[in-house]
């Protein structure tokens, strides 16, 4: 299996686990809302909905007032799914979990979380991110 499907789940839905750099969401925003399109997909832990890769997007679409934001959804344990750190301080996947849980963020990318084989652009129109969901 190397195909990811692209979901489109609710903003508010997703628990962050990492701070941001203010500067490069608002700059993100700008280049998303110009481009009328969210270029690449979020990666999201399915059961706890922690944010794994995208803080920044994320972000950008809570600046923009979006409601939606596509998403590949995974299990933490599908062999596809790497976590590694950016600064080559050691990282857990339960120090991800704790962070989402707590709301105590871990360090702007501190953690890296890669898939093999990295999925393809999956570009959504802004439009389609602006309408809420119809489902609970």
């Known amino acids: ?5 692209v ?3 609710d903003v508010a839905r997703l628990r962050p686990t990492e701070e941001v750099d203010a500067a490069h969401v608002e700059t993100l925003a700008a280049d998303i809302r110009c481009a009328a399109v969210l270029r690449q997909p979020v990666l ?5 909905l922690a944010i794994l ?12 007032g979006l409601a939606r934001i596509a998403a590949i959804v995974i299990d933490y ?14 990282f857990t996947r339960g120090d991800v979990l704790a962070a989402a849980a707590s709301g105590r963020l871990l360090a702007p990318k501190s953690t890296r ?7 393809a652009p999956a570009p959504v129109a802004l439009a389609d991110l602006e309408r809420p969901t119809s489902s609970p």
């Open 1 to 5: 299996m190397t195909a990811y499907e």
């Open 53 to 64: 890769d995208g803080h920044h997007r994320y972000h950008a679409a809570r600046r923009l």
């Open 113 to 119: 979380h890669q898939l093999d084989p990295a999925p």
């Open 7 to 9: 979901t489109l789940i």
């Open 77 to 90: 344990d599908d062999p596809r799914l790497s976590l590694s750190s950016w600064t080559g301080a050691p």
């Open 44 to 48: 999201i832990e399915r059961r706890s």
